[in-house]
């Protein structure tokens, strides 16, 4: 396998029981050129030449150590896999002419050109870190705006594409683990009340996505009307009481014998399986997680689990093995198995 420096999700940080990790995405678009979904070929190269001339030049240090990636140079396999690494949004991959992404060494910022915004900046981060995550989205904001001078309006903010991100345009998210939550079947009732208080509750990639291995993704909905401060401050407040529901309901869940021998079994499984789908693996480390939460399975870091959840992805598998294209299933189930077998020795 090929080791490269260390990424951010194979870390994790404050909160890491229950939140994987952080996502501060802010929408910009530059002023006397149309939105993407009504530009030319010739337009979509000049904004691209242009941010691409920012970062280079860009006033912080964080600007210039991003990495330039064409996006019509990357493999359709590579580019599936900038998905699985919450990199890039399918539809960004869907149509490479005229897209670049801009990439730090850690994945932990990533900006999309010619998305649905001229510029989507994003900033991930491990475990919950909502406030630093936001820091450095604004330095590099800052650092792009000194060249590019995005189109802004008095009253309206931030010009977007979509209206639902005038005003900040920014999207703050979490990515959570529920497991107990989910089990109790109570899902969908929380997600319409938190829909009431201005936040959205989605699958693991998003809007349209189900669940894979209970995990969600917890976002602002409102951008007009109130300041990132504003916005990252009511998310914190939501996902405090969320957090203490799951904490709550998993020690009550782990009272069970059968769920802690589904936990021991689930370990075992993943220790020992020849053959595991991503499904499969992603549900045995759903459990694996509650384990470790609850000091059943202390042996076992969150570090580790966190990679594994990514670095397993099919795409990514294949293309960190060298693969051009994707590994056929049956061979791909069967490295998986080896590769999580190894990890958790």
């Known amino acids: 396998m090929i080791h490269t420096n260390r990424k951010w999700y194979e870390k994790h940080g404050p909160q890491g029981d229950v939140v994987i990790s952080t996502r501060i995405r802010l929408a910009r678009n530059l002023p006397k050129i149309p939105f993407p979904e009504r530009m030319s070929q010739k337009q979509r190269e000049q904004v691209e030449a242009a941010v691409h001339k920012a970062v280079e030049h860009g006033s912080a240090a964080i600007a210039q150590s991003l990495r330039y990636v064409n996006m019509q140079d990357v493999s359709r396999i590579e580019a599936i896999s900038m998905v699985e690494r919450h990199l890039a949004s399918p539809d960004f991959i869907s149509q490479t002419s005229g897209r670049a992404l801009l990439l730090a060494a850690d994945e932990s910022i990533s900006v999309m050109v010619n998305e649905e915004d001229h510029v989507r900046m994003q ?31 008095k009253d309206l903010g931030y010009l977007t594409q979509c209206p639902t991100n005038l005003g900040t345009g920014m999207r703050a998210s979490l990515m959570l683990h529920l497991p107990a939550l989910q089990e109790s079947g109570i899902m969908n009732r929380i997600a319409g009340n938190l829909s009431k208080l201005g936040l959205a509750l989605r699958g693991t990639y998003g809007e349209g996505t189900h669940s894979v291995g209970a995990l969600y993704q917890l976002s602002n909905q409102v951008s007009l009307g109130l300041s990132e401060t504003e916005a990252i401050a009511n998310l914190s407040t939501i996902v405090m009481q969320l957090m203490d529901q799951e904490r709550k309901a998993r020690q009550q869940m782990v009272r069970e014998v059968d769920k802690q021998d589904q936990i021991f079994r689930s370990a075992a499984i993943l220790k020992s399986a020849r053959v595991l789908s991503t499904d499969e693996m992603m549900k045995l480390l759903s459990h694996v997680r509650v384990g470790i939460a609850c000091g059943l399975l202390s042996e076992i870091p969150y570090d580790t689990v966190n990679a594994l959840m990514i670095r397993t992805q099919p795409a990514t598998m294949s293309l960190a093995y060298g693969h051009e294209d994707a590994i056929p299933v049956q061979e791909r189930d069967t490295l998986r198995a080896k590769i999580v077998a190894k990890a958790l020795a």
Do not use: C
């Not at 475990?127 to 604004?138: D, F, H, R, T, V």
């Open 123 to 153: 900033i991930m981060m491990e475990g919950m870190n909502l406030e630093k995550a936001y820091q450095i989205a604004s330095v590099l904001d800052d650092s792009l705006n000194s060249s590019l001078h995005f189109a802004f309006h």
